[in-house]
């Protein structure tokens, strides 16, 4: 069996990459590629327990270039346990952010050097890098109303949805950013478009990028 297509889904809150995710696992599964979904921080089981510290605030006080060591430990767990078995396999993957969110929230806005963040990912993903990533673009204040209106009543906000606009301003300009740099890697998304359109551009890209011939 070959090795699978590794796909990553970048943005910022409530760009629509969850919901993105399912609709591209369930064309990819018609079109003859099985494929998992799965998220960051999280995607297993030690992975999903370093997510709720790092959601509930715990290491903000630390200062970033921890909360980003938090985020590379998770993630060196969620390779080894779940990406690289599933990839070796033959399985596709598709990760609800990866390394570029560690790169924006930690690096731009972190305010962490280039140099050494690039280091601790080289550390990290140990050659796991994704085939494709696609970054969804959506006006902030778009995303954080999608988000506010989801949430349940009394639920509060995580360690991120409680930043500025400014930061969120920030951060979308910081994924342009990535994908001009790598054009190759990187494909930017209309996240305004209604799911079934985001999802039909999001094929389409596929199709273009990893020359799947999609029979779906
Ligand atoms: N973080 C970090 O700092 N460093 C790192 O290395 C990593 C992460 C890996 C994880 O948050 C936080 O961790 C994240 C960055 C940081 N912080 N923020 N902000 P999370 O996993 O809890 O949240 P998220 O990644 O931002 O996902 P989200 O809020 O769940 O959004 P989403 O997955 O992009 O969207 P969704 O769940 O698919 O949709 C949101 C709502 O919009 C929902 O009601 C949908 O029905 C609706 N929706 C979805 N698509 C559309 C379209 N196309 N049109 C209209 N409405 C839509």
Request: aromatic share 6%.
């Amino acid at each position: 069996m070959g090795k699978g297509r590794f796909i990553t889904l970048e943005g910022g809150e409530g760009a629509g990459k969850s919901t993105l995710a399912r609709a591209l696992a369930a064309r990819l599964g018609e079109a003859g590629c099985p494929t998992r979904t799965t998220r960051e921080p999280g995607g297993s089981p030690k992975a999903e327990a370093i997510r709720e510290m790092i959601l509930a605030g715990q290491a903000k006080d630390y200062g970033a270039f921890a909360e980003a060591l938090m985020f590379s430990a998770a993630r060196i767990d969620h390779i080894d346990s779940l990406i690289r078995p599933t990839l070796d396999g033959g399985e596709w993957v598709i990760c609800d952010r990866f390394i570029d969110s560690t790169r924006v929230y930690q690096g731009v806005l972190g305010q962490i050097d280039r140099t050494l963040l690039a280091e601790l990912e080289a550390v990290t993903i140990a050659g796991v890098m994704p085939d494709l990533t696609l970054i969804l673009d959506l006006d902030p204040e778009i995303g954080l109303a999608r988000a506010a209106k989801r949430r349940r009543p009394g639920e509060a906000v995580d360690r991120f949805e409680g930043e500025t606009l400014a930061f969120h301003r920030k951060l979308r300009q910081a994924y342009l950013d990535i994908a001009a740099g790598e054009p190759g890697r990187c494909v930017v998304l209309d996240a305004t478009l209604p799911p079934d359109e985001l999802a039909e551009a999001a094929w389409k890209a596929l199709g273009e990028r990893l020359q799947i011939r999609p029979e779906a």
